[in-house]
C-alpha cells in the first residue's frame, strides 16, 4: 500500500471521526457538566499526545516564549473553541452545532483581513459571506421560535464565540511558523485547554445529580479522547504531510454532513429540507471564500512577488 493511499484513508477516518464528536458530546453533556466534561477530554488527550510526541521525536521547544505561546492558543482554540461548543450542546442540536461550526474558515478570513493591511475584501469574498448569511438563516428558518428561548439563544452565541475562538487561534498558529515537533506543541495546547476548562468548570457547571461512573458518558468521553483527540489529530498531521492542502481540508466540507445525519438518525434530531439547503449554502459559502481569498492572495504575489499563506483551510 503507498504513502498516498494510506493518506487517503486516513483522510477518510478524519471525516467520519471529527463528523461524529458533536453526536459524542451531545451525548456527553446529557450526563456530565459540560466544562468538566471538555477539559478531562482535552488534559487526558494532551498527556498521550505530549507521550507519543516525546517517544517518537525528542525534539521539542520548552522556551518560556513557546510555552506561553501553546498555552494562548490552547486557551484560544480549546477553552474558547471546544468548550464554548461543548456548553451549547447542551441546548443546541449536535447537527446545528456543526453546520455553525462549519463556517470556521469564513471567521478565519475575517480575522485574516482586518489584521493584514496588505488583504484587502473582493467580490468572490463578499458573495461567499453573503451565502453564509444566508445558511444561517436557513438553519433557523424552522427554528425561529427557539431563537426566543434563552438557553436555546445563549448556546448559538456561545457557538460563535466558539467559532471566533478558534479562527482566531488557527490564524496565529499558522502565522507562528512550523515547529520542530508541532505534536508536542499540540499536546501543550490540548493539556492547556483543558486546565483552563476546569478552571472554568465550578463557575459555570452544575453539578447537581451528576453520576460519575455513567457508562454512555464515560463511552462518549472515551470515544473523543481516543478516535476525536489523538487519532484524528495525529491522522491529520500525517494527510497534511502527504496529500495536498485543498486536499487534506476537504474534511471541513463533510463534517458537517455526518454531525447532521448522525444526529438525525441516532438522536432523532430534526432534519428538514430547510436544513439539507443550509448545508449545501455553507459549504458552497466556505468554498466560494477560500476561493477569494487565494484569488486576493495571488494577485498580492503578483504584485509583491512574495509567496502565499493561504490562512483559509
Request: net charge positive.
Amino acid at each position: 500500500m503507498t504513502k498516498q493511499t494510506k493518506a487517503y484513508i486516513a483522510l477518510v477516518f478524519i471525516c467520519v471521526a471529527w463528523g461524529t464528536t458533536y453526536l459524542a458530546i451531545r451525548v456527553g453533556v446529557r450526563h456530565y457538566p459540560a466544562f468538566l466534561f471538555a477539559g478531562v477530554r482535552q488534559v487526558v488527550a494532551g498527556i498521550i499526545l505530549l507521550s507519543l510526541a516525546l517517544l517518537f521525536n525528542r525534539k521539542f521547544d520548552l522556551t518560556r516564549q513557546n510555552v506561553m505561546r501553546q498555552m494562548w492558543l490552547g486557551f484560544l482554540m480549546l477553552t474558547i473553541g471546544n468548550g464554548c461548543v461543548t456548553w451549547a450542546e447542551q441546548y443546541v442540536p449536535s447537527g446545528i452545532a456543526a453546520l455553525l461550526c462549519a463556517m470556521m474558515p469564513i471567521f478565519a478570513v475575517l480575522i485574516n483581513l482586518m489584521s493584514e493591511q496588505k488583504d484587502k475584501l473582493n467580490a468572490t469574498i463578499g458573495v461567499g459571506m453573503l451565502l453564509g448569511v444566508v445558511g444561517v438563516g436557513l438553519i433557523f428558518r424552522q427554528n425561529i421560535v427557539d431563537l426566543g428561548k434563552p438557553e436555546y439563544l445563549s448556546g448559538i452565541l456561545c457557538i460563535f464565540l466558539a467559532t471566533s475562538g478558534w479562527a482566531l487561534g488557527s490564524t496565529l498558529n499558522k502565522k507562528y511558523g512550523k515547529a520542530e515537533n508541532p505534536f508536542f506543541n499540540s499536546g501543550l495546547q490540548l493539556l492547556f485547554g483543558g486546565v483552563f476548562m476546569l478552571f472554568i468548570s465550578p463557575i459555570t457547571d452544575d453539578y447537581t445529580g451528576m453520576q460519575l461512573w455513567n457508562m454512555e458518558g464515560l463511552l462518549s468521553l472515551g470515544y473523543l479522547i481516543v478516535f476525536g483527540s489523538v487519532l484524528a489529530y495525529a491522522a491529520y498531521m500525517y494527510v497534511l504531510d502527504v496529500l495536498p492542502v485543498g486536499v487534506a481540508t476537504i474534511y471541513a466540507y463533510i463534517n458537517p454532513l455526518i454531525a447532521v445525519l448522525a444526529g438525525a438518525i441516532l438522536l432523532h434530531e430534526p432534519l428538514n429540507i430547510f436544513i439539507g439547503l443550509a448545508f449545501l449554502t455553507i459549504v458552497i459559502s466556505v468554498f466560494t471564500v477560500n476561493m477569494g481569498y487565494r484569488q486576493q492572495r495571488k494577485t498580492d504575489q503578483k504584485n509583491m512577488s512574495a509567496p502565499i499563506a493561504d490562512v483559509a483551510e
